[in-house]
């Protein structure tokens, strides 16, 4: 304390000894919680008034009196070690699995045996990565040929060829061919081939897939019809510099007055992001050693 402050409260000191005002010990009823068992107050006897004292010492405290706040971090491994930093015996995580916007958050001053403030939090939102939140924005969104053929050549790096379980699988669960990488490459092409082109003809075959004729000489490279498959597998990562996992796509065309329109919709994304968010969720809490919740804490905050 620097020598201007030892005078104020000298001063301050010096009237309250005028006023005849003094410090006394307030004590806490014996069964009350969450409280000292007293605390002082200033006492003027003048008019028998109690006044307390915590905003007299405020202004002097340099340091909080608890932590408080929410800390943002954007990786999984800096929630980690900034709640390893701070944790107590009672913290807990807390995880919201939602597909489009899971997150973590760590309550460090969650309740124990005693209540707390559940004041002090970490929290992670992952973030997803620009490859998923593309295949996101396009879902179930119908698309023109052109549209569609280019789409599939932009996002070539993310097409996998299916393993023999998800061909057998997805294959007998939707009744088609799952696609080969090289497969939706050609169907991409030769749809630009024919993109001012109209149908001619368009059959079911019994594999599954779909066989489209278009008109006059117009058909793929190498003059045959186009071939459709009616599914195809992702290797993708969802959240950015995060593990990539595999994703089937359901592929639908759609077609009127000779004119195709293409639809991809990714089959079941909340169960595979869950699933991801879920193991990253285990493993962390495990790091930690702490307790894991799905859901929020009950105090207000993030």
């Known amino acids: ?48 008034r109690v006044t307390e004292l915590s905003n007299v010492f405020a202004p002097w405290r340099d340091r909080p009196e608890r932590k408080t706040g929410t800390a943002t971090v954007e990786t999984l491994d800096s929630f980690i070690a900034l709640v390893g930093r701070h944790k107590t015996a009672s913290s807990a995580i807390f995880a919201i699995t939602d597909w489009q916007r899971p997150s973590f958050t760590a309550v460090i001053d969650y309740h124990g045996a005693d209540p ?10 992952f973030p997803l990565s620009e490859e998923w939140k593309a295949w996101v924005a396009k879902n179930g969104q119908p698309m023109s040929q052109g549209e569609f053929a280019e789409f599939i050549e932009d996002h070539i790096a993310e097409l996998s060829s299916p393993d023999p379980d998800e061909a057998k699988d997805f294959g007998g669960m939707f009744n088609t061919k799952v696609a080969y990488p090289n ?4 169907l991409s092409r030769g749809l630009q ?33 186009i071939t459709v498959p009616g599914i195809f597998i992702l290797n993708i990562a969802p959240f950015f510099e995060g593990e ?22 990714l089959y079941r994304p909340d169960i595979h992001i869950t ?22 804490p009950e105090m207000t905050g993030i």
Not at 19 to 46: E, F, M, Q
Not at 116 to 124: L, V
Not at 214 to 223: C, L, M, Q, T, W
């Open 275 to 296: 699933k991801a968010v879920n193991f990253a969720l285990h493993d962390t809490a495990a790091a930690l050693d702490l307790p894991k919740f799905t859901g929020k």
């Open 193 to 225: 081939i024919n993109a001012e082109t109209r149908v001619k003809n368009a059959v079911k075959l019994q594999s599954g897939e779909s066989q489209i004729v278009f008109e006059e000489d117009h058909k793929n490279a190498s003059g045959q019809p």
């Open 244 to 265: 990539s996992i595999r994703v089937p796509v359901r592929l639908r065309y759609r077609l009127r007055d000779g004119v195709l329109s293409w639809i991809f919709m």
């Open 116 to 125: 707390d403030n559940g004041k002090h939090r970490i929290h992670y939102a």
């Open 1 to 48: 304390m620097d020598q201007s402050s030892k005078a104020a409260v000298l001063d301050i000191a010096k009237l309250a000894t005028e006023a005849n005002a003094r410090v006394i010990t307030v004590p806490a009823p014996s069964n009350a919680k969450g409280i000292p068992s007293s605390v002082p107050a200033l006492l003027d006897p003048s008019n028998g």
């Open 183 to 186: 497969e939706l490459i050609e």
